[in-house]
């Protein structure tokens, strides 16, 4: 089963880009049109309220109040529009004056504080019949004021207009911002479209061609970084292939001897022609044929594995494992001597990877010492040298000692598959270190194998 995926990651890239597009203009222009609507309607009231106040002080004459009170005021006296005038009395909390009888919807408790005083003016909204006004007081003296309000159906009208407007631009805005986004999306998202089936095709084929890379933007370094990868990819596939062709290679000759062998045994027992002599021969021929191809699977197994398995990964006394691999060489080599020379050294690894890598260090100088010969073994900061006496590495044969399965001409008649010296390699990489061959003081091959360290143990250096 796959992972879950939120709701949105469910949805193609170029939809998400559309729909995220949309989503911002829409809200931008909400916002917009927000904030104008609610400029224009401040500033549509502040304009009616200082046009009501400048109208309200130039009616507030004894001749207007006078009409007011006899309730005669004439309507040609109102101006244009739908205005009120409403006359009130403070100390009575009453209108005493007004026409069209609005004065019950008109009057609000703010303008009785006109009247007495304690307000310059006020202005207010009121509702007359279903239609709402504009009220503005202003005082008129003797704990009067006057009251002057004006319909704000026109004003209403056009701010509901205006709202109108703005929906119908703001639609249209979002509807263009998505179809700007899905034609940005699908012309942008062209080169990822184009880099996905190249890829899909690759798996599809298994073919490791490189991706064209064109520009130098985003999606050309992510073609770049593929580029890269397939070339990793296809040197492992080459290194796989040169592997299992070696190990083809290396593994048929001990095979077919062995092979060869147990036919002349079988053959030899039918016609009991075989001395007991002959017969102990080929039974140790064939017991050393499995053993070197023991020792072969094995490094094949320990190369061919990416990662060592459940390395254990503790404090390790280098000296202590030149030591034991010293040792180890020893039982089964008597013909060459080993001079041992080391000094502390502590490094954080694989105790028997590194034990292997120097006792295949030692196995190869035992292999081309002379018999009698010595080998010299020194352990001094970090770096094990191994050196012999023997011929030593031509200069042909010296960048190539490390490549798996590689071996010089003088040495195909000999013991080994070629894999030894790639083991110590891989080890003193694995540990961050590494190695390399030459010719040592006395003239034979000599190898240095370094590996970072320390010459306290950790705890020591732990405490102080």
């Known amino acids: 089963m796959g992972r879950w995926a939120p709701p949105h990651y469910r949805r193609s890239l170029a939809s998400r880009v559309t729909l995220l597009t949309t989503m911002a203009v829409g809200i931008a222009v909400t916002a917009v049109a927000f904030a104008a609507y609610a400029t224009v309607r401040m500033q549509s009231m502040e304009s009616i309220d200082r046009s009501l106040h400048t109208r309200a002080l130039a009616a507030a004459n004894p001749d207007t109040l006078a009409a007011l009170q006899s309730q005669q005021l004439p309507a040609w006296a109102l101006g244009a529009g739908d205005v009120k005038l409403v006359l009130i009395d403070a100390s009575a909390r009453q209108a005493v004056g007004w026409t069209d009888g609005a004065a019950a919807g008109v009057v609000g408790g703010t303008d009785f504080l006109?009247?007495?005083?304690?307000?310059?003016?006020?202005?207010?909204?009121?509702?007359?019949?279903?239609?709402?006004?504009?009220?503005?007081?202003?005082?008129?003296?003797?704990?009067?004021?006057?009251?002057?309000?004006?319909?704000?159906?026109?004003?209403?009208?056009?701010?509901?207009?205006?709202?109108?407007?703005?929906?119908?631009?703001?639609?249209?805005?979002?509807?263009?911002?998505?179809?700007?986004?899905?034609?940005?999306?699908?012309?942008?998202?062209?080169?990822?479209?184009?880099?996905?089936?190249?890829?899909?095709?690759?798996?599809?084929?298994?073919?490791?061609?490189?991706?064209?890379?064109?520009?130098?933007?985003?999606?050309?370094?992510?073609?770049?970084?593929?580029?890269?990868?397939?070339?990793?990819?296809?040197?492992?596939?080459?290194?796989?292939?040169?592997?299992?062709?070696?190990?083809?290679?290396?593994?048929?000759?001990?095979?077919?001897?062995?092979?060869?062998?147990?036919?002349?045994?079988?053959?030899?027992?039918?016609?009991?022609?075989?001395?007991?002599?002959?017969?102990?021969?080929?039974?140790?021929?064939?017991?050393?044929?499995?053993?070197?191809?023991?020792?072969?699977?094995?490094?094949?197994?320990?190369?061919?594995?990416?990662?060592?398995?459940?390395?254990?990964?503790?404090?390790?006394?280098?000296?202590?494992?030149?030591?034991?691999?010293?040792?180890?060489?020893?039982?089964?080599?008597?013909?060459?001597?080993?001079?041992?020379?080391?000094?502390?050294?502590?490094?954080?690894?694989?105790?028997?990877?590194?034990?292997?890598?120097?006792?295949?260090?030692?196995?190869?100088?035992?292999?081309?010492?002379?018999?009698?010969?010595?080998?010299?073994?020194?352990?001094?900061?970090?770096?094990v040298m191994v050196s012999d006496q023997g011929r030593g590495i031509s200069d042909a044969d010296l960048p190539r000692v490390f490549d798996r399965f590689y071996r010089s001409a003088e040495s195909r008649g000999m013991p080994g598959s070629g894999l030894g010296l790639s083991i110590v390699k891989a080890v003193a990489d694995r540990h961050g270190g590494n190695v390399r061959a030459g010719t040592g003081p006395e003239g034979g091959a000599a190898f240095w194998f370094h590996v970072p360290g320390t010459m306290a143990p950790p705890e020591v250096l732990a405490r102080s």
């Open 114 to 383: 006109v009247a007495t005083g304690a307000r310059s003016w006020s202005a207010h909204s009121v509702i007359i019949r279903g239609v709402r006004y504009r009220a503005v007081a202003v005082p008129v003296g003797d704990d009067q004021a006057l009251i002057l309000s004006q319909s704000l159906k026109p004003t209403d009208q056009m701010l509901d207009r205006l709202g109108l407007v703005m929906l119908l631009f703001g639609l249209a805005g979002m509807i263009s911002a998505g179809l700007a986004g899905w034609a940005v999306a699908r012309n942008g998202l062209r080169p990822v479209r184009r880099l996905t089936t190249a890829v899909e095709d690759i798996a599809r084929t298994e073919r490791l061609d490189p991706i064209p890379v064109e520009g130098n933007d985003e999606v050309a370094r992510l073609a770049q970084a593929f580029n890269a990868m397939l070339t990793a990819l296809s040197a492992s596939q080459a290194r796989q292939r040169q592997l299992v062709a070696d190990a083809g290679h290396e593994l048929r000759t001990p095979l077919t001897s062995l092979r060869t062998n147990l036919d002349l045994l079988a053959q030899a027992d039918a016609s009991a022609q075989l001395s007991e002599a002959s017969r102990k021969e080929l039974l140790d021929d064939v017991r050393a044929q499995i053993t070197e191809m023991t020792t072969l699977i094995g490094d094949l197994v320990e190369l061919a594995r990416e990662d060592p398995a459940t390395p254990s990964v503790e404090p390790v006394e280098l000296a202590a494992v030149v030591s034991q691999a010293v040792t180890r060489v020893r039982r089964r080599t008597t013909t060459v001597e080993f001079v041992v020379h080391t000094e502390p050294w502590w490094v954080t690894g694989d105790s028997a990877a590194l034990e292997r890598a120097i006792t295949n260090l030692l196995d190869n100088a035992a292999k081309w010492s002379p018999q009698g010969g010595c080998v010299t073994v020194e352990l001094k900061q970090g770096t």
